[in-house]
């Protein structure tokens, strides 16, 4: 079946997310327009997808890189009632949901790495990019969630920079995936994590997170521009900040980088 909106819309008219699904051939970024569209008062539940993006955005001012017909580009309307500081959870979450849809057609080999990339085998095939509209005054307006799969994305496709870096869902389970399915679950899983979330709280995700986390009890350093803070992972908090024990064992929160694993 053809990744469009007709068939999206009929098998997520019922749902809490992807009620209202917005699909573009191309866009520059998902998670501006799902701004946008926030901002003039897109509900909850509201999704942008694209089959292709010109200047899809990854953390830390990087590109992601968004070709056509092959991959999952998609961005979604989130207003919780939480404090703009728990807002990390929202990121932490996406990356649980994500690892439980592709645990089904890679069990054992899913992981989590802090802050948000999901990877199989070690390399990454998916990144989230959560952006927040918020005031002292008011708290959270809306969250968007952008997420990018790569789901068909041929090896000799990535850039030459990722090659060694990244894979696709093809790649490791092995035959091509379909993006319709994939979206239908993907919006599925968020929808009954972020449920579960609003009525119980963070801990059932914390400890979800940390299953899939490959890190905890290992040494890792995280690099942030010219900021380099090393030591073994205790877990996270629920500010989503990145526990660690240096080499004097202080206890450190670690706010934002990019985190890797210091081979020994
Ligand atoms: C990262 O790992 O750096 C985050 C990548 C997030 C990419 C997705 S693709 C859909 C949405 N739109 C964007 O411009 N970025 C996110």
């Known amino acids: 079946?053809?990744?469009?909106?007709?068939?999206?819309?009929?098998?997520?008219?019922?749902?809490?997310?992807?009620?209202?699904?917005?699909?573009?051939?191309?866009?520059?970024?998902?998670?501006?327009?799902a701004s946008r569209l926030a901002?003039?008062?897109?509900?909850?539940?509201?999704?942008?997808?694209a089959d292709c993006q010109t200047k899809g955005k990854g953390r830390?001012?990087?590109?992601?890189?968004?070709?056509?017909?092959?991959?999952?580009?998609?961005?979604?309307?989130?207003?919780?009632?939480?404090?703009?500081?728990?807002?990390p959870q929202i990121t932490l979450m996406t990356g649980v949901a994500v690892a439980?849809?592709?645990?089904?057609?890679?069990?054992?080999?899913?992981?989590?790495?802090?802050?948000?990339?999901?990877?199989?085998?070690?390399?990454?095939?998916?990144?989230?990019?959560t952006e927040m509209s918020a005031s002292a005054a008011k708290g959270v307006d809306f969250i968007i969630v952008g997420i990018?799969?790569?789901?068909?994305?041929?090896?000799?496709d990535f850039d030459e920079s990722f090659r060694d870096i990244a894979t696709s869902?093809?790649?490791?389970?092995?035959?091509?995936?379909?993006?319709?399915?994939?979206?239908?679950?993907?919006?599925?899983?968020l929808e009954n994590v972020y449920t579960r979330m609003l009525a119980?709280?963070?801990?059932?995700?914390?400890?979800?997170?940390l299953r899939y986390s490959d890190m905890v009890g290992k040494r890792i350093q995280v690099v942030f521009n010219d900021d380099v803070q090393a030591g073994e992972v205790l877990g996270i908090d629920d500010f989503g900040a990145l526990i660690?024990?240096?080499?004097?064992?202080?206890?450190r929160r670690v706010m934002a980088g990019d985190a890797s694993i210091v081979k020994e």
Not at 39 to 49: D, L, Q, R
Not at 66 to 87: E, H, K, Q, W
Not at 112 to 125: C, F
């Open 39 to 49: 901002k003039s008062g897109a509900p909850e539940g509201t999704v942008v997808i």
């Open 200 to 209: 119980e709280g963070f801990g059932f995700l914390k400890d979800m997170w």
């Open 1 to 33: 079946m053809e990744f469009n909106e007709r068939n999206l819309a009929d098998r997520l008219s019922e749902k809490r997310i992807g009620n209202n699904i917005q699909f573009f051939k191309e866009v520059e970024s998902t998670n501006d327009v």
């Open 244 to 251: 660690i024990a240096d080499e004097n064992d202080v206890i």
């Open 60 to 87: 830390l001012k990087r590109q992601w890189q968004s070709p056509p017909g092959c991959n999952i580009y998609t961005s979604i309307v989130l207003r919780p009632a939480i404090d703009p500081m728990f807002a």
């Open 169 to 189: 869902l093809k790649e490791e389970a092995g035959s091509e995936i379909s993006r319709l399915d994939l979206t239908v679950k993907l919006f599925d899983n």
């Open 148 to 156: 990018g799969i790569n789901v068909n994305i041929e090896r000799v």
């Open 100 to 129: 439980d849809l592709l645990s089904v057609y890679c069990p054992e080999n899913v992981t989590l790495k802090w802050p948000n990339d999901v990877q199989i085998r070690g390399r990454k095939v998916c990144g989230i990019l």
